[in-house]
């Protein structure tokens, strides 16, 4: 079993590695990573303290990518508007994950009474427009980069619920389930030893898919004004300041960092989750 394992992550890493836009979006990501968390305290970076010497200042010189209309170095807001957005999309995707998860497992291992309660709720979840609802919450809870993150996280569990409750199901017909109930196996050993180790490939690709997303809704809270606030930096509050049609014509400094930084992103997320999605396919094994 050991060796068949090894070979079977063998494979699937050999795969992931030999799609290039996935490797690509993995260094990416990895560089992203690397910068956002070395830079900082490297080049003494400040995002909030401006320097009314050089208000709107085009780039060079002092400031790598110029100044905003209150004298806020962009480079530096670009930096840390990464760590805030990364953190966001990485904290909520767990926090989806967490409570998707077991409730899609229970669903499909215990089925009646259980399946029903958890897949009607992930139907209503689902039946209410999830922008509308995320707006309402952030708006009752407050704008701040913890509640946005814990709101996104709690809406979102439907989406890896209903995926492991398929492929639970689907394991569920497997003889190696009947011969593990048979011999006398307890049903939380009969579900970490055979139900999910075989049913989470999907929820592997989710986890790409929603992370990606979570940065871009938290993107579009923060240029609509409800998500995190200044002076904190994030990528959409940063696009916010660039609104007015002068800014957009004449101080691409100002917005054009943060968008092709939102882009590179989602993008990077992308391209992993497409080569995990074609590592794990069992059909081109």
């Known amino acids: 079993m050991k060796k068949r394992d090894e070979s079977y992550f063998a494979v699937v890493r050999q795969k ?10 993995m260094a990416l990501l990895i560089l992203e990573v690397i910068l ?97 609802m995320i707006l309402v919450l952030v708006s009752v809870l407050g704008p701040s980069v913890w509640s946005v993150t814990l709101v996104i996280g709690v809406l979102g569990w439907t989406q890896f619920a209903r995926l492991i409750y398929a492929s639970v199901l689907s ?8 011969s593990a109930r048979a011999v006398g196996t307890r049903t939380l050993g009969t579900i970490l030893r055979y139900v999910l180790p075989n049913a989470v490939a999907p929820i592997l690709i989710a986890l790409t898919l929603h992370l990606a997303e979570a940065i871009l809704t938290e993107s579009s809270l923060s240029f609509l004004g409800l998500g995190v606030q200044p002076p904190q930096a994030s990528w959409g509050n ?18 054009l960092p943060p968008g092709i930084a939102i882009l590179a992103t989602v993008l990077s997320i992308n391209f992993l989750g497409d080569g995990l999605r074609d590592a794990l396919d069992p059909k081109q094994m």
């Open 36 to 132: 956002v968390v070395i830079l900082p305290p490297l080049m003494k970076l400040d995002p909030i303290t401006s320097d009314y010497g050089a208000v709107n200042a085009v780039p060079g010189g002092a400031h790598l990518l110029g100044t905003d209309a209150i004298g806020r170095d962009i480079f530096a807001r670009l930096v840390f508007g990464g760590r805030t957005s990364l953190l966001v999309g990485l904290l909520s995707t767990l926090i989806s994950c967490a409570l998707g998860v077991p409730l899609g497992v229970a669903a499909g291992y215990c089925r009646g009474r259980v399946e029903t309660a958890v897949m009607r709720a992930a139907d209503i979840f689902m039946s209410f427009p999830s922008i509308v």
């Open 171 to 178: 394991v569920m017909q497997e003889e190696y389930i009947a």
């Open 238 to 255: 940063m696009l916010h300041d660039a609104q007015s049609l002068t800014v957009l014509s004449r101080r691409p400094w100002i917005w």
């Open 16 to 25: 992931l590695f030999s799609h290039k836009a996935a490797v690509v979006g």
